[in-house]
């Protein structure tokens, strides 16, 4: 299993930096990376439940985050730093009154821009992978490429499917034992501990 071993200081700023047992990421790619500083926002990859898990958890990090569940582009603008948290059901979906379809769209487009704009984005995924949906997957399939760092519950990582993909894209990964651990996270992140 991956452990972290903490998050250190780089050239004055705060860097994502992972130390895995299991898997080895060159530290270049931690080097090209932006620090992650305020303002933050939070949004949702598929407008799932976790949004509200993530949202506590920023502002229990001190960040004093903006919000919404289906942010567009335009809603990012003035942000550094961007949580995704990518969550997912059929049943949240329909709440959101939109589609597979619509979602992917609406992501793509905030997550391609802001990138555009030098925004650190941090994906976050909590659920555990007996129960990811199948459009989380897609979605996360779909997102790789636009993240700056990601970080997942060891649980939600059992079947090396974000360690995988996290490796083959040079994303750095930071595995929490369990979501109570995210504000923790983000606290060191983000320069607060």
Known sequence: MNTVAGIRR?????????ILAAVSIGPAAFAAAPAPKPP???????????????LAAAEAAGLK???S?????????????????FSSSPDALKAARTTER??????MDLMAKAKARGVFLIGVYLGG?????PFEERL???CWKWLTCFIATANSDSDGFIRD??????????????????SDALRQAFGRS
Do not use: K
């Open 10 to 18: 780089l050239a004055g700023s705060f860097v994502v930096a992972l």
């Open 40 to 54: 933050v926002y939070v949004t949702t990859a598929g407008r799932g439940d976790d949004f509200e898990r993530v």
């Open 65 to 67: 985050p903006t919000s």
């Open 69 to 85: 569940s289906g942010a567009i582009c335009c809603d990012t603008l003035g942000f550094n730093s961007i949580l995704v948290t």
């Open 102 to 107: 619509v979602e992917t769209g609406r992501v």
């Open 129 to 133: 992978s007996g129960g990811r949906d």
């Open 140 to 142: 996360l399939n779909t």
């Open 165 to 182: 993909a996290t490796g083959a894209n040079n994303i750095p990964l930071v595995i929490i034992e369990s979501a109570a651990e995210l």
